[in-house]
């Protein structure tokens, strides 16, 4: 089991081209179930509250987590998805 303090200090790798997609900003939780639905990794800004972009990666999506880093397994989209405002 593991915290969100300790997810945010573990780098998202993609395992489909080995990029480095940043660390974890945030988790999206269903309410109902208390089930973890996607990890929120900020683009482009090692701090999420200067970040304008994000990647939006399903819970699913995860193949591993290591001490260090999270495996992902994620068809990237040419360039994150903006936040919505």
Sequence with gaps: MHKLTELRCKEV?????????????DL??????????DVIVPAGSPLPFFSREEYVIPWCAIEKI???AILVNY????????KRR
């Design 13 to 25: 790798i993609n395992t489909r081209n080995g990029e480095r997609l940043g660390f974890v900003g």
């Design 28 to 37: 999206r939780i269903e309410c109902d179930s208390g089930r973890i639905v």
């Design 66 to 68: 290591g001490e260090d």
């Design 75 to 82: 068809d990237c989209p040419p360039k994150p998805r903006r």
